[in-house]
């Protein structure tokens, strides 16, 4: 878990730079900050780790894999990264990992904030926002801006020797309000857009990039024993370049259906959710393409003290491909105050992109 501490001390510039700190986490980027970014779990594909903002996954039908250059850092509140397959839980693609980014929440009285900062070469970042709390509602929103003159990335002969610098704009919005003692209703919203500089022809090639993901859930508590989460998210990735002509969109929407039994030391969890993916490419032979994908997922958890375990199973049925089955388990052991020793095995799979079905 990276909390808002460690991230506002980095220094970093994007949310892949916070992640390389990490172990078994590496990135690459093609250019300067800006330019499209690539994160490897375990030395995976960035394809093959799943991305969640506030519970709304976020992802490309056209390359597959978060657009991480996107993601605006001055609205995070924590990240959560969890290594190894977990197809079990979070279906396709969590084959490297997941990662969870959660936005910041709202409570107490109103907090507003101000920063500014500025870097060489004509590096200028500004955020503003305010969060609070007041009968029985929470809130956090925030804007933020950064732009930088940036560099040449590639000086090879033939290449543009103009500086490939960017700009990008972001806004986030976070609001919750309590029904009774056991419901809570909240709705979340992220919209950035980018445009930056890179070097393909002689020209000011150009990369417009354009994320938004929202969500809306109801969590409920039923009795000491039972609870459930009703979820419907949507999320969208555009990306387009200029001068040459190339432009993908993808969209997702998800339908979560939760539920959840505590009985004593146990863990019962049994999940629906379905997701409907469409792509719009000029290099689809027919220029859109759809698919869904419904799954059954579930969960049985055990605490004993020292004595943890985890077993979850999933079944997906995709409208193109049937069915695919995926399941692990975990033992955990504390043999020691703040030592624990763990064993996992799990499976997982990813389905190929709309783009690779489908294009020219």
Do not use: C
């Amino acid at each position: 878990v990276v909390g808002r501490e460690t991230i506002e001390t980095a220094g970093a510039v994007g949310v892949a730079d916070v992640l390389s700190r990490l172990p078994g986490v590496q990135m690459v980027r093609n250019g300067g900050a800006g330019s499209t970014t690539s994160v490897y779990l375990r030395g995976a594909d960035t394809r093959f780790t799943a991305v969640y903002i506030d519970g709304i996954r976020v992802d490309s039908q056209s390359t597959g894999g978060a657009s991480w250059q996107d993601i605006p850092l001055e609205a995070i509140d924590r990240i959560e990264v969890l290594r190894g397959p977990a197809a079990a839980v979070y279906g396709s693609d969590a084959i490297g990992g997941v990662v969870q980014i959660f936005t910041k929440k709202g409570e107490g009285k109103a907090k507003p904030y101000v920063g500014l900062g500025w870097g060489s070469r004509g590096t200028v970042k500004a955020q503003a926002g305010v969060s609070g709390g007041v009968a029985g509602w929470d809130y956090s929103l925030g804007v933020s801006h950064a732009s930088s003159n940036g560099f040449n990335s590639k000086t090879s002969e033939g290449s543009n020797p103009d500086a490939d610098g960017y700009r990008s704009n972001a806004f986030n919005g976070r609001i919750g309000y309590q029904l009774s003692a056991n419901q809570r209703v909240e709705a979340t919203a992220l919209t950035s857009y980018m445009n930056s500089g890179y070097d393909a022809s002689k020209y000011d090639d150009r990369s417009i990039y354009k994320m938004s993901a929202v969500g809306l859930n109801w969590q409920a508590k039923w009795s000491d024993i039972y609870s459930t989460r009703l979820q419907y998210t949507q999320s969208r990735d555009f990306y387009q370049t200029k001068p040459s002509p190339y432009e993908t969109d993808t969209r997702l929407h998800s339908y979560l259906f939760h539920n959840e039994w505590r009985l004593g030391v146990q863990t019962v969890t049994v999940a629906l959710e379905r997701r409907e993916d469409k792509l719009i490419n000029s290099g689809l032979d027919i220029g859109s393409r759809e698919r869904s994908q419904n799954a059954l997922a579930l969960g049985y958890g055990l605490n004993l003290g020292k004595h943890t375990l985890q077993l979850n199973a999933r079944h997906d049925r995709d409208s193109e491909f049937g069915g695919h089955t995926t399941g692990s388990a975990a033992y955990g052991y504390e043999f020691m105050p703040n030592w624990r020793a763990t064993a996992s095995a799990g499976t997982a799979f990813r389905a190929p992109t709309l783009y690779q079905r489908f294009s020219m």
